[in-house]
């Protein structure tokens, strides 16, 4: 006969495992966040080893985040088909093979190559880990806080790949960045075989290649001509890549609709919080990208930060975001998802706000309440978007769902760096030079504070200080310009998310809002 102490034991067993196999998601995400940000530190230790070009060195940058946009979607619904456990192990596979051959590169062609595989396997890492908390935590409330541990994960993992570069990098040489990898996918696959549950679409129709082509070209066009604006302008390049590109998607999504099954359901999108919430999290990562990308140069260039203080003066969104994520979930059983949403998309625009003051004299006491405010909005409305994406959409199209969440996700980076940058540069560029300065010391200074910098030095003392003095104005009135255009960018995004879920079906109410 089975007793109540036995049904308890077993609930126990059930929930540790549950638990256990959410650890492997979460050291997947470590892994993944990482790697991607580690990379920065060796950049200069990679050029002078490989003797790599200028252009080789972005390719070598840019590849993984091209490889990995283009394929998120095809890689999530090939999750939804074959399985999101069997795709998670599959790639982790992929991941150490790619991070071997990465790390003994012998040219920079190679080291790219490699650069393109793990892109490919990251592809099929991040959806899977997100659609599969679905399959552990059927329960709204556990899998809230699962989906804030998910966040915190990311967070910090952003923050330590710069502290592990540095430490790596002062005692080996830089292919060990790629070798930590090798035992973490050597404890990840068993681990994952073990504890992971399988899930995917028992009836999903095939894998349409002609529609995983379409979508590969789009995306990558798209994501690759909104890279190349940011950093050298429009040209005829980047105009045919996102002409082809945005064909190419429309071409995708006329062909689905004519699908019996398609590769990935357009009527998704009709959904509105599912849509309502993609839209959000796309505009609010374009508001938020581009200052916290171009903010660090100002602790560097303009504070005169050394690069270990420029990151340690990133911590407080850090700590802001792990911080919150943890409380996330809570506050919406507490209210509701929509007002959590909108509540943290507010917070990430007013806490923008003050940036739109800076000043080369502005004290950083005066900036890090701020980032720290910055980080808790980003908790609060990322764990409960994405805890939205994966209620508001059957389970057995999770992997597809997950993987449009982080494709808009990469696409609001690119647009973030693009767009604020565009604002940006255009202010700095128009800065007036000391009278007597080289036409080509000149050119030099307005393409970029760094090349200010070094254009500096090589000039008399009193005229290359007015130089710098005037490039340093000209970036950070820019920089003020495009965090108060990122702020109504997220303030917009809070009316969109607002307005969008307050129609939430009953049948959604009850998933996402449940406690």
Same mark, same amino acid.
């Given at each position: ?44 230790? @990679? ?101 804030? @541990? ?28 790629? %070798? ?73 999504? +006329? ?16 959904? +509105? ?5 993609? *839209? ?31 990151? /340690? ?50 004290? !950083? ?28 959409? +059957? ?32 202010? !700095? ?10 036409? *080509? ?17 090589? %000039? ?29 960018? /997220? ?25």
């Amino acid at each position: 006969m089975t007793t109540t102490f036995d049904r308890t034991s077993t609930r126990n067993t059930s929930n540790r495992r549950r638990w256990l196999g959410f650890g492997v998601l979460v050291l997947t995400v470590l892994l993944i966040v990482i790697d991607n940000t580690v990379l920065a530190m060796a950049i200069p230790f @990679i050029s002078e080893d490989l003797g790599a070009t200028s252009t080789q060195m972005l390719w070598i940058g840019d590849v993984y985040s091209l490889a990995l946009g283009g394929l998120l979607v095809s890689m999530g619904t090939l999750g939804d088909r074959i399985g999101r456990k069997k795709l998670l192990l599959m790639g982790a596979g992929l991941f150490g093979a790619a991070s071997l051959l990465a790390a003994y590169a012998p040219n920079a062609e190679s080291l790219i190559a490699a650069r393109v595989l793990l892109g490919m396997a990251g592809a099929t890492l991040m959806p899977s880990t997100l659609s599969l908390i679905r399959a552990l935590f059927p329960d709204p409330v556990k899998r809230r806080t699962a989906i804030g @541990i998910w966040t915190a994960a990311t967070a910090g993992g952003s923050a330590m790949g710069p502290l592990v570069g540095g430490v790596l990098l002062e005692h080996f040489w830089w292919g060990s960045v790629f %070798l930590i990898n090798i035992p973490v996918i050597l404890l990840l696959i068993p681990a994952g075989a073990a504890l992971l549950p399988e899930a995917k679409n028992p009836d999903p129709g095939p894998w349409d290649l002609p529609s995983v082509g379409l979508s590969m070209v789009g995306l990558i066009g798209v994501v690759y001509a909104v890279k190349e604006v940011a950093a050298d302008g429009i040209n005829p390049t980047t105009a045919a890549s996102a002409l082809v590109g945005t064909a190419a998607l429309w071409l995708f999504v +006329r062909r689905q609709n004519r699908l019996p099954k398609p590769l990935l359901n357009i009527n998704l999108f009709r959904n +509105r919080s599912f849509s309502g919430v993609v *839209g959000a999290n796309m505009l609010s990562v374009l508001g938020m990208a581009g200052v916290l990308y171009f903010i660090s140069q100002y602790f560097q260039l303009v504070l005169d930060y050394s690069p270990l203080q420029a990151g /340690l003066a990133g911590l407080p969104s850090t700590i802001g975001t792990v911080a919150v994520s943890l409380l996330a979930g809570r506050l919406v059983a507490r209210t509701s998802s929509r007002s959590v949403l909108t509540a943290g998309l507010a917070i990430m625009g007013v806490a923008m706000i003050p940036l739109a003051l800076l000043t080369p004299e502005t004290k !950083y006491l005066l900036i890090a309440p701020f980032l720290l405010l910055l980080g808790a909005g980003m908790s609060m409305a990322f764990t409960t978007a994405n805890d939205i994406v994966l209620s508001s959409v +059957r389970k057995e199209e999770t992997g597809a769902a997950a993987s449009i969440s982080e494709t808009g996700y990469e696409i609001g980076m690119a647009l973030g760096i693009a767009v604020l940058g565009s604002v940006l540069m255009g202010i !700095y560029q128009g800065f007036p030079v000391p009278a007597g300065t080289p036409e *080509g010391l000149t050119a030099t200074a307005h393409d970029s504070l760094a090349s200010a910098v070094q254009a500096a030095q090589q %000039l008399p003392a009193s005229q290359g200080q007015q130089l710098l003095n005037a490039a340093q104005d000209a970036f950070t009135s820019g920089l003020a310009t495009a965090a108060g255009v990122g702020a109504l960018l /997220l303030l917009s995004a809070a009316a969109l998310a607002w307005k969008l879920l307050k129609d939430l079906k009953p049948a959604e109410k009850e998933s996402v809002d449940a406690h």
